[in-house]
């Protein structure tokens, strides 16, 4: 501390020029030369920090992102704009948004989109897995954002029963119990998860796609996302249906509903009609 | 050694005078036994109910050997993997048990849930067939009130035993009832307090609904059920108008033993439809649902069907919150009008009915025909008006799940349901009204002209006119009362086709000679039937 101490105030006194007394013309020259080191200290630091104006023209993009931007520009570029900077009414800024966006939107059909609605629907995908990756990249090097991990099987080390219980607090109210998906207001709706792939799944989580929230890395750990992809795609989908050979879609009460008028009452009318037609 | 002889064809002349000397029950029985039921298919729907409820009592006692209806928490170790390690009620657990690690304990509680949805299915459609015929009319008004009060007797059953598994969407449901008795002004919190011991969910409700579900609630089934067959008895059954059958007798098989074996064929094809249904359709997979959080609400959480009427009420009313100005201000939830209003208003309706009809009518006499729907335009039109009402607020109880899988937009949906509830119950009205009159003339229209025989004749002048087939003799006008009975409108009706085969199903009708062909002499009638002559010559 004194050491501090008396170093600085060594410093401050040689600043004020206390030793000595330099002449009044030598004390101006080092005003000088101090006022001119500060302003090309600071210039120098604002060089060297600032973005450069012709950088953000022509960023270096990987020859995989360079492919993507050449698809971007004959298919999405209509709603997206210019650079995916978004078209104010048509389509949303894609500077930021991620690959995990680009993966789970066009892998899942639902980019590029057949027409504006309420929500995009799932669609056979227009894009093959290679020039899905290439618009991934192009948009990532755009601005960066959320990633899907490698691989296509995410949840290999999963616990279903935490994934389930995961599942049924974050998922579920839109989703459903089972997965079928359900609906949201003004025609929007939660979809089925019954052809969701792991990575559409986790892609889905990462960037919110329509009117899902953002399930990010620090509300849901990767290590949850894996747990809730397992429950998702062993136990929703492969549980096999313990109670018979027809789930009636497991929508609820409501199919079990029409279930009993359809099936139970009309085959018993009809037996009452062969019963009492036999006297 | 001399054997004896052992007459086997004996045995039940000689049990049944042992019986009847020690007991003196040949009288009364006699009487019972020959009691005579009138043979209609539409008679079978309330043994439907009837049925079904006895298949409730042997599947439920079957759960009540492995059911554990208490809130104690338990960590699941059973065999479902996905659920271990799961924190619990032990309600919960227990009927994970049943559906996973007890022997057949999966299609019982299959059976169980849709032997109960079938209960109130037969119920709903018994309830209809008395209402559109006029059964419940003077003598049977009390018959009629006991059938509804079946009716909200079974809500009250199913409703309870909706929740005791604890799973997801029955502590949903529970959440929901719960708000429904806090709605209620003034007394509402303490009706809440006073059934859950406190607030929701407390510890105690499963237990509580237990003992309802499997102790009171079929106790006082058991007892409306033994009423409403009683009265069935001794009233004797209605029947429809019909040769022979009058106002003052019953035209119709014994009871023993046709009518008898008759109905034990008849539950073991309720018995076995309940039990095909168990086997091959999954009901309310609990083990999805998971244990009940009150944080878990899971997309189409909906009650049963007989409940979705009260949640699509609900769904479809404004957000109508009146506020009293007492003190800090007194509010009235919307909730209250839907789920408390609109079901005391309909159970006072459906109670009261037989003596609004005979007051509006001044018809205060005893009736045991039946009459056709047809014949009573302004009932029928009431009943579908009523159907019409129901269906439409059991389908907004299924909104959601309709909008999503039919693409339609949910908020669409709420407003269809709303103004179809408004517009299309007189609508239904007055479309059953003109049906009804137009079938009723179509009937008289036959009666007095004859039936068409599908034959044109062309007259001298060059007219053509269609042969009828007189129903009556003579000149065909008038002669025939309208009596409220099928009118035969097809010449195979009348004997054109030679003599049915009793068929499997339906008669088997044959065609009665070979066909004529234009080249050949006509083939003479047969002596026995009558010669078709034209009803008329209308221009």
């Known amino acids: 501390m004194t050491s501090d101490n008396d170093r600085r105030r060594g410093l401050l006194a040689r600043l004020r020029g206390r030793p000595g007394a330099p002449s009044r013309g030598r004390r101006r020259l080092g005003a000088a030369v101090r006022l001119v080191a500060a302003l090309m200290l600071a210039g120098g630091a604002y060089t060297v920090l600032a973005p450069g104006a012709a950088a953000q023209e022509n960023p270096p993009l990987s020859s995989a992102a360079v492919d993507g931007k050449a698809l971007f520009d004959v298919s999405c570029v209509t709603c997206h704009g210019r650079n995916a900077q978004g078209v104010e009414g048509r389509g949303p800024s894609l500077v930021g948004v991620g690959a995990a966006s680009v993966e789970f939107q066009v892998s899942t059909g639902r980019m590029p989109m057949a027409r504006q609605e309420a929500q995009a629907a799932r669609k056979p995908e227009v894009f093959t897995r290679d020039e899905i990756d290439q618009l991934a990249a192009y948009v990532q090097e755009l601005g960066g954002g959320p990633v899907v991990p490698a691989g296509d099987n995410l949840h290999a080390d999963g616990n279903v029963a935490i994934g389930g219980e995961l599942y049924r607090i974050n998922c579920s109210q839109c989703h459903a119990f089972s997965g079928g998906g359900g609906a949201l207001s003004s025609g929007k709706y939660a979809p089925s998860l019954a052809p969701a792939t792991d990575r559409q799944i986790y892609s889905a989580m990462l960037s919110g796609p329509q009117n899902m929230p953002v399930f990010g890395d620090n509300q849901i750990t990767p290590e949850q996302k894996a747990d809730i992809i397992a429950y998702i795609q062993t136990t929703l989908k492969d549980d096999g249906d313990p109670g018979g050979l027809f789930n009636l879609g497991r929508y609820g009460p409501s199919t079990e509903g029409v279930a009993i008028f359809l099936v139970g009452i009309v085959a018993l009318v009809f037996a009452s009609l062969w019963i009492a037609g036999k006297s | ?539």
Request: charged fraction near 15%.
């Open chain 2, 1 to 539: 050694m001399k054997r004896r002889k052992f007459d086997v064809a004996a045995v039940p002349g000689n049990t049944a005078r042992a019986v009847d000397e020690r007991f003196q029950v040949s009288t009364p029985l006699r009487r019972l036994l020959n009691k005579v039921f009138p043979d209609h298919w539409s008679f079978l729907l309330g043994e439907i109910a009837l049925f079904s409820f006895i298949v409730l009592l042997l599947t439920g006692v079957f759960l009540t050997f492995f059911f554990e209806p208490t809130m104690t928490e338990v960590i699941y170790n059973g065999s479902y993997a996905p659920l271990r390690g799961t924190p619990m009620s032990a309600a919960y657990a227990s009927t994970l048990d049943i559906s996973f690690d007890v022997r057949g304990g999966l299609i019982m509680r299959q059976m169980h849930h849709w032997a109960a949805l079938l209960f109130m299915a037969a119920i709903v459609v018994h309830m209809l067939r008395v209402f559109f015929t006029g059964a419940f009319r003077k003598p049977r008004e009390t018959n009629w009130i006991i059938g509804s009060l079946l009716f909200w007797v079974g809500f009250l059953a199913g409703f309870t035993g909706y929740s005791l598994p604890d799973d997801g969407l029955s502590g949903t449901g529970l959440r929901i009832a719960s708000a429904i008795m806090l709605s209620i002004p003034v007394i509402g919190s303490w009706v809440t307090a006073a059934v859950f011991n406190g607030e929701f969910p407390g510890t105690i409700i499963i237990s509580r609904f237990f003992i309802a579900h499997v102790l009171l609630i079929p106790g006082l089934l058991v007892a409306l059920i033994t009423v409403h067959l009683g009265l069935v008895f001794k009233q004797k059954h209605t029947q429809w108008p019909g040769p022979g059958r009058t106002n003052g007798n019953v035209v119709g098989e014994r009871m023993f033993p046709r009518y008898a074996i008759k109905q034990g064929g008849f539950f073991m094809v309720v018995f076995g439809v309940i039990a095909l249904m168990g086997g091959l359709f999954q009901i309310n997979p609990v083990w999805l649902f998971g244990p009940y959080e009150a944080w878990v609400v899971s997309a189409a959480s909906q009650p049963d069907w007989y409940v979705m009427f009260l949640d699509g009420s609900t769904r479809l009313m404004p957000d109508w919150e009146i506020t009293i100005p007492i003190g800090e201000g007194y509010v009235i939830p919307p909730l209250f009008w839907p789920t408390v209003v609109l079901p005391g208003i309909l159970v006072a309706i459906s109670l009261l009915y037989p003596f609004m009809e005979a007051r509006h009518l001044k018809d205060y006499r005893s009736h045991n025909l039946l009459q056709r729907p047809r014949d009573v335009p302004f009932r029928t039109g009431l009943g579908a008006m009523a159907v019409t009402f129901y269906v439409i607020l059991t389908l907004s109880g299924a909104n959601d799940v309709i909008a999503d899988k039919f693409h339609i937009s949910l908020n669409a949906m709420t407003w269809a349901g709303r103004i179809g509830l408004l517009l299309l119950p007189p609508l239904a009205y007055y479309v059953t009204y003109r049906i009804c009159l137009g079938l009723q003339q179509h009937d008289r229209e036959v009666l007095a002209h004859g039936v068409e025989t599908g034959i044109i004749r062309r007259l001298p002048d060059g007219r053509f006119v269609e042969v009828h087939q007189p129903l009556s003799a003579g000149d065909g006008h008038g002669e025939l009362d309208y009596v409220g009975w099928v009118v035969p409108k097809k010449m195979n009706r009348l004997g054109a086709l030679g003599p049915a085969i009793r068929g499997f199903f339906y008669p088997i009708e044959r065609p009665a000679e070979a066909p004529v062909s234009p080249g050949h002499p006509p083939v003479e009638p047969r002596p026995e039937r009558e010669e078709i002559t034209s009803g008329d010559t209308r221009p």
